[in-house]
């Protein structure tokens, strides 16, 4: 049998757009053939689609208008109307971490330290209400691209719990490296928030998924987050902060250190760190303690390679393991980065859900229940960690 052949496009250029770009290169659930690119960096436009022989749109509604799928690498201040846009065009959409947010009121003095975090949650909320009405009058459906969803320990994870019955007790968790790279990150008014928003949503993501899978596996009904409870800090942007030139500085009006404690409907708990002050590489991982199981799931950085040399330049030429500061003495390196992160498998089972129209495991109620929690829990940071109610969307 012939596989079905989709077209793909992807909005943005830089550094979403590269793995989307890569993960596309495995799929084998369906032919894809990647149509374009649009960015509003014309010239960083021409830099991604010109060496990967694809086209560079002129502007979103054209390459909406030629492909079936439409992969969103932006900045989480545009994902809202790119996801709109294509779902009116009854196209179906993969949209970037966090889903979407708050952005502030336009103003031009508008600080994300200062504004009422209350009107932030109400904000948010409308946002995926927007979003969520949008996927209703179409065709195309949402699939919110958290790749630690697909990432093969999460996925392992989620086999044990539906073959065991397990009920997950206690979850902790953390998203933290040492700054993130991108321009638009540490800007409230393009990012949303900092280190809760653009780190946290990846094991906070987890843990709602493995709670939902739970509840779905015993009583056909997800288990939601219930209440939430955060504190967040900016300690590269306080006054004793003492910098060595090792971590990421300069952020405008984000904190760098979030952790949120949440309670699921069901009383069971998680507790999910996430920062942009941690050194050594990316770290990321989720520790799952059940009535009949504990695991952990690694996901940055994992041992199934370990390699050491007496200097670097050794290594000069070769990719040793994501945002790490030195390849000198013993490192994690990872074999193959993409496939534990779950990249691959991520677009894999969006193109076998667009072929086949079933199930998607992050979609977009998950990524409501996220975004949701988080911005509660910025009113709860607020509050100095009270307890706050998690909206149900
Ligand atoms: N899942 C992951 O592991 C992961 C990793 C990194 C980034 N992300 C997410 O991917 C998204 C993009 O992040 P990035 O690191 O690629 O950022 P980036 O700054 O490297 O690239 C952003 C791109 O978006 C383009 N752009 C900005 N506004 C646009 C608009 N209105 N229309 C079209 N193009 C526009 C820019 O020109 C740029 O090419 C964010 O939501 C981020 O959270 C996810």
């Given at each position: 049998?012939?596989?079905?052949?989709?077209?793909?496009?992807?909005v943005?250029?830089?550094?979403?757009?590269?793995?989307?770009?890569?993960?596309?290169?495995?799929?084998?659930?369906?032919?894809v053939?990647?149509?374009?690119?649009?960015?509003?960096t014309?010239?960083?436009?021409l830099q991604?689609?010109g060496p990967?022989?694809i086209?560079?749109?002129?502007?979103?509604?054209e390459?909406i208008?030629?492909?079936?799928?439409?992969?969103?690498?932006?900045?989480?201040?545009?994902?809202?109307?790119?996801?709109?846009?294509?779902?009116?065009?009854?196209?179906?959409?993969i949209?970037?971490?966090?889903f979407?947010g708050?952005?502030?009121?336009?103003s031009?003095?508008?600080?994300g330290?200062l504004?009422?975090?209350?009107?932030?949650?109400?904000?948010?909320?409308?946002?995926?209400?927007?979003?969520l009405?949008a996927?209703?009058?179409?065709?195309?459906?949402?699939m919110?691209?958290?790749?630690?969803?697909?990432?093969?320990?999460?996925?392992?994870e989620?086999?044990?719990?539906?073959?065991t019955?397990?009920?997950?007790?206690?979850?902790?968790?953390e998203?933290?490296?040492?700054?993130?790279?991108?321009?638009?990150?540490?800007?409230?008014?393009l990012?949303?928030?900092?280190?809760?928003?653009?780190?946290g949503?990846?094991p906070?993501?987890?843990?709602?998924?493995?709670?939902?899978?739970?509840?779905r596996?015993?009583d056909?009904?997800?288990?939601?987050?219930?209440?939430?409870?955060?504190?967040?800090?900016?300690i590269?942007?306080?006054?004793?902060?003492?910098?060595?030139?090792?971590?990421?500085?300069?952020?405008?009006?984000i904190?760098?250190?979030?952790?949120?404690?949440v309670?699921?409907?069901?009383?069971?708990?998680?507790?999910?760190?996430a920062?942009e002050?941690?050194?050594?590489?990316?770290?990321?991982?989720?520790?799952?303690?059940?009535?009949?199981?504990?695991?952990?799931?690694?996901?940055?950085?994992?041992n199934a390679?370990?390699?050491?040399?007496?200097?670097?330049?050794?290594?000069?030429?070769?990719?040793?393991?994501?945002?790490?500061?030195?390849?000198?003495?013993?490192?994690?390196?990872?074999?193959?980065?993409?496939?534990?992160?779950?990249?691959?498998?991520?677009?894999?089972?969006?193109?076998?859900?667009a072929?086949?129209a079933?199930?998607?495991?992050?979609n977009?109620?998950l990524?409501?229940?996220?975004?949701a929690?988080?911005?509660?829990?910025?009113?709860?940071?607020?509050r100095?960690?009270?307890?706050?109610?998690i909206?149900?969307?």
């Amino acid at each position: 049998m012939q596989k079905q052949e989709l077209k793909a496009g992807i909005v943005g250029s830089g550094f979403a757009a590269r793995f989307h770009y890569e993960a596309l290169q495995r799929v084998y659930s369906a032919r894809v053939e990647i149509v374009g690119a649009y960015s509003s960096t014309r010239e960083k436009l021409l830099q991604f689609a010109g060496p990967r022989g694809i086209n560079a749109f002129a502007n979103l509604d054209e390459l909406i208008g030629a492909v079936d799928i439409v992969h969103v690498c932006t900045p989480p201040v545009t994902h809202e109307p790119i996801v709109v846009a294509a779902l009116q065009q009854h196209k179906g959409v993969i949209v970037e971490k966090p889903f979407t947010g708050y952005f502030g009121d336009g103003s031009s003095g508008f600080n994300g330290d200062l504004f009422p975090r209350e009107e932030g949650l109400e904000q948010a909320l409308q946002s995926v209400g927007r979003m969520l009405e949008a996927e209703k009058g179409s065709r195309g459906r949402i699939m919110y691209a958290e790749n630690w969803v697909y990432a093969p320990a999460i996925q392992k994870e989620r086999e044990l719990l539906q073959k065991t019955g397990a009920q997950i007790l206690w979850m902790h968790g953390e998203e933290s490296h040492s700054g993130s790279h991108s321009s638009a990150y540490g800007q409230w008014k393009l990012s949303g928030g900092g280190s809760m928003m653009g780190k946290g949503c990846h094991p906070l993501t987890a843990a709602i998924y493995l709670k939902h899978v739970e509840g779905r596996a015993r009583d056909g009904q997800p288990i939601r987050p219930q209440t939430v409870s955060a504190r967040t800090h900016a300690i590269t942007r306080g006054k004793n902060f003492q910098n060595r030139g090792h971590i990421r500085t300069g952020y405008k009006d984000i904190e760098d250190f979030a952790l949120l404690h949440v309670v699921f409907s069901d009383g069971t708990i998680a507790d999910l760190f996430a920062s942009e002050l941690v050194m050594g590489g990316v770290h990321n991982w989720i520790e799952v303690n059940t009535t009949n199981h504990r695991s952990v799931c690694n996901i940055h950085p994992n041992n199934a390679m370990q390699a050491y040399t007496p200097d670097e330049d050794y290594f000069k030429e070769v990719y040793v393991v994501e945002k790490t500061e030195t390849k000198q003495g013993w490192s994690f390196m990872s074999p193959d980065e993409a496939w534990f992160a779950g990249y691959q498998h991520e677009m894999d089972a969006f193109y076998r859900n667009a072929v086949y129209a079933d199930h998607i495991e992050s979609n977009s109620s998950l990524a409501a229940d996220v975004i949701a929690t988080i911005y509660a829990g910025y009113l709860s940071a607020e509050r100095k960690g009270a307890e706050v109610e998690i909206a149900v969307l």
